[in-house]
């Protein structure tokens, strides 16, 4: 059985999965997932990209949207803005509530995040293994400028959902990643899998924030598998949402060649571009990486397992 490793974040991870897992459905996947997403609202532990992932392979994802639970209502939010207790430009629903209660609940209990996501597959049955990439607290924090020119940081999804990226960021910290540790089995995983996927999650706040935990870059560098990512920039643009304000932050241009030569030849064996962007090809492969365009537009899960299935293609090109 093919033992693939999946580093995602939430709706590009998420998505991709549902294609590969329709490509493979025999191969045995892990999927890390991004964390420093996370964020305590309302006393409550939440945790997007896991939950992401979990919904969408799950089946009960609000497709159209690609996050939060579908037929959703928001009693428990309407409630809460009646108390004048918010915040409110973040969006959780009633049917969401319930899983973060029993997050938290269980933490409280000393169960790791590790284990409480587990206990929460046990429901939705994804189709692969979801390990958080750290038990430990790592939260993405975006430093940006003030009215007054003043510096400050804030929350991710501060900038990312209330702010809407609408200002520029000067530079993405994943505090306490550098104290924190890989969650069991995910070191495991990586060195048993027979190949490494980067889906088209955000490089900087989805994929970079997993790989900015110790000891994760350099198994994955050292597992002497292929390792091969999509491209989630499309024509020098993100497909959806503000992922170029981000790389800004990291100095790395919103183009897929830009990205491929930022997680380098040091990493990536091989990168597929969009068909829009194979001009990008020829510098690519001068970076040392195998590259090649193929459609890479998830409008579908046949749409998507085709991803995947050039993804592991190209895989075995590389081992061969
Ligand atoms: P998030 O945590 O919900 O932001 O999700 P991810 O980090 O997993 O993925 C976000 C990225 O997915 C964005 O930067 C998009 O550019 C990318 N993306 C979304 N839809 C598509 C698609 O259809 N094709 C490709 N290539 N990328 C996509
Ligand atoms: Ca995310």
């Given at each position: 059985m093919?033992?693939?490793?999946?580093?995602?974040?939430g709706v590009g991870g998420a998505r991709f999965l549902q294609g590969l897992k329709s490509a493979a459905p025999d191969a045995d996947v892990t999927v890390i997932g991004n964390t420093g997403d996370d964020i305590h609202?309302?006393?409550?532990?939440i945790?997007?990209?896991?939950?992401?992932?979990m919904y969408t392979l799950g089946g009960g994802i609000n497709e159209k949207q690609g996050w939060g639970r579908a037929e959703e209502s928001f009693t428990v939010k309407a409630e809460l803005a009646d108390y004048g207790v918010g915040p409110e430009w973040f969006g959780l629903?009633?049917?969401?509530?319930?899983t973060h209660i029993v997050r938290t609940q269980m933490l409280g209990a000393g169960y790791s995040l590790s284990a409480v996501t587990e206990a929460l597959c046990a429901r939705w049955q994804p189709g692969v293994r979801l390990i958080p990439m750290t038990d430990d607290r790592v939260e993405t924090h975006v430093a940006v400028s003030d009215g007054?020119?003043?510096r400050r940081a804030i929350h991710f999804q501060e900038y990312w959902?209330?702010?809407?990226?609408?200002?520029?960021?000067?530079?993405?910290?994943?505090?306490?990643?550098?104290q924190a540790q890989p969650a069991p089995g995910v070191l495991e995983a990586i060195g048993d899998a027979d190949v490494i996927l980067f889906p088209p999650?955000?490089?900087?706040?989805?994929?970079?924030?997993i790989l900015a935990v110790p000891g994760i870059r350099e198994a994955i560098a050292d597992a002497g598998v292929p390792v091969v990512g999509l491209s989630p920039i499309v024509g020098d643009a993100p497909v959806h949402g503000m992922a170029d304000k981000v790389l800004a932050a990291v100095g790395v241009e919103a183009t897929a060649a830009a990205v491929a030569r930022h997680y380098g030849s040091g990493l990536l064996d091989g990168w597929l571009v969009?068909?829009?962007?194979?001009?990008?090809?020829?510098?690519?492969?001068e970076a040392g990486i195998r590259c090649r365009a193929v459609p890479l537009m998830m409008t579908d899960v046949e749409a998507t397992a085709q991803m995947a299935r050039e993804a592991l293609t190209l895989a075995e090109e590389v081992r061969a």
């Open positions: 093919q033992r693939i490793v999946v580093l995602a974040g609202l309302f006393g409550l532990k945790c997007p990209d896991l939950d992401t992932v629903g009633d049917r969401d509530f319930a007054e020119g003043e959902v209330r702010l809407r990226a609408s200002v520029d960021a000067h530079a993405v910290v994943p505090v306490g990643a550098d999650s955000n490089p900087v706040v989805s994929v970079g924030t969009d068909t829009v962007d194979s001009a990008a090809v020829p510098s690519v492969e």
